[in-house]
């Protein structure tokens, strides 16, 4: 009997074992998959709980159900991967294997910026944990005037659309609970722009003008001074506010650089089209932990595990694995109002306008804000816990597909 070991029972982990389940004989194939939390986390949630429209219960869904029949789930904290004899080291034991998938996603640090960790979810809110998703719903609810101020500490981050996406809601927000005139939104980025991609930079900017969202460009924090409410770059400019939301720093789980898998903030040296580690052997790695130059998010992680899978089986009956990924992410970004925007890029291309998934159908709109991509973010969830995290495919190609995209630059209408 043969092994394959998957470590972490997130989205990236949950989807590989469900279709390696699906092609790998049960009598000759083991597969394990190892979390230390019994409780999935629909992190996408994250976002809507601070509103109010979204609570705890909606996000966790016990891990076991989403593990298929023939896969045995471990709950263990996995401590160090020795990758020289094939095994894989956590808090109550240890299992060998012949080929590893690494899955461990991300985690916040803000002990990465002084003055943060102390006040973190306290004083710094926060909405990349629930813990930090539940106070902060307290924190809005009361806020009546005043600064808000979303500070991103450093690249990169999970949902890099996320911290927009939120300041799109605050501004619905408070609208809708009569104060928007006496809050002040301000979105403060080590960026150049409000996102990651220059063109869709440019249309989300305009959005964001129109909303009335300051931007504070080129702000990398140095340290947060919680007596006098402020933040402050290391090129010594600071920023005042009322209610800081962060976005800490981001960086890969501490078993991944233990096993010598890692770059200095800790993501899986991967091979960004065949999704090998780079360190070692008959491993492969997907999702957040990664450190392929595209988005961190779910969509990723979903697109990441055909490449994954196939590859993995290729190595299997003694093929080359083929570099397969291309970058592919596809975000929605809620904008308040019942509306939304949705981003479809991959490492070549940036985010254009267009219609998803059916060419010139949609019926989503891409670089546009429409109802009809509200209720694709809405469904999104139903599509998360049911068809992705099962293991079942979804209407939509791996690989970025052109057809249906305008390609002249960015065109935003809203
Ligand atoms: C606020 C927010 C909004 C987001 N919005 C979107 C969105 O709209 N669309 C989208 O596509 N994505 C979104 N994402 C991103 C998405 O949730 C992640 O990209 C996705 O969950 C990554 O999957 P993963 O499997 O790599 O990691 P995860 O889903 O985080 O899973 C990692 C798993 O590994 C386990 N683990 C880690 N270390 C160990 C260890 N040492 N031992 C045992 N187990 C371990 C963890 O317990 C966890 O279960 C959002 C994220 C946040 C925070």
Not at 67 to 83: A, C, Q
Not at 291 to 301: E, H, I, L, M, Q
Request: negative net charge.
């Amino acid at each position: 009997m043969r092994r394959i070991v998957i470590i972490g029972s997130g989205a990236g982990g949950t989807i590989v074992a469900n279709q390696l389940r699906g092609q790998l004989p049960e009598e000759e194939w083991e597969i394990v998959i190892i979390d230390r939390d019994e409780q999935h986390h629909y992190q996408p949630g994250y976002l809507f709980i601070p509103f109010g429209i979204y609570s705890r219960e909606d996000i966790l869904q016990p891990k076991k159900m989403f593990i298929p029949r023939g896969v045995e789930f471990v709950l263990d904290e996995v401590v160090r991967v020795d990758t020289e004899s094939r095994r894989v080291e956590c808090l109550r034991g240890s299992w060998e294997y012949d080929w590893l998938v690494v899955a461990t996603g991300a985690r916040v640090k803000p002990d990465e910026v002084e003055g943060m960790a102390e006040i973190f979810q306290t004083d710094v809110q926060n909405f990349y944990t629930l813990e930090g998703a539940e106070r902060l719903r307290k924190a809005l609810k009361y806020f009546t005037c005043g600064k808000v101020v979303l500070n991103i500490a450093e690249l990169p981050f999970k949902c890099p659309i996320a911290p927009l996406e939120f300041l799109f809601m605050a501004d619905w927000f408070f609208t809708t609970s009569g104060v928007r005139k006496q809050v002040e939104l301000e979105l403060v980025t080590p960026l150049g722009g409000v996102f990651t991609k220059p063109i869709a930079s440019k249309a989300l900017d305009v959005i964001a003008e129109k909303k009335g969202i300051n931007v504070t460009p080129n702000f990398s924090i140095a340290r947060v001074n919680a007596k006098d409410k402020t933040i402050e770059s290391h090129d010594g400019r600071t920023v005042g506010y009322d209610m800081l939301v962060s976005v800490p720093p981001n960086f890969g789980e501490s078993c991944i650089g233990e096993s010598g898998l890692a770059d200095p903030m800790g993501y899986a040296l991967t091979n960004k089209n065949t999704l090998k580690a780079e360190k070692a052997d008959r491993v492969f790695v997907l999702g957040d932990a990664t450190n392929v130059p595209t988005s961190k998010a779910g969509s990723v992680a979903h697109y990441q595990a055909y490449t994954l899978v196939e590859n993995l089986l290729r190595e299997i009956d003694g093929h080359e694995p083929l570099p397969t990924f291309d970058g592919h992410a596809t975000c929605f970004l809620e904008s308040g109002f019942g509306k939304a925007i949705l981003l479809d890029f991959n490492y070549e291309v940036e985010p254009l306008a267009g219609k998803f998934p059916f060419p010139g159908v949609g019926p989503f709109s891409l670089l546009r804000e429409s109802l009809a991509n509200h209720w694709g973010k809405m469904m999104f969830r139903w599509v998360y816990w049911e068809l992705m995290m099962r293991g079942k495919d979804l209407p939509l190609e791996n690989q970025m597909n052109l057809a249906g995209k305008v390609r002249q630059g960015a065109v935003c209408k809203v």
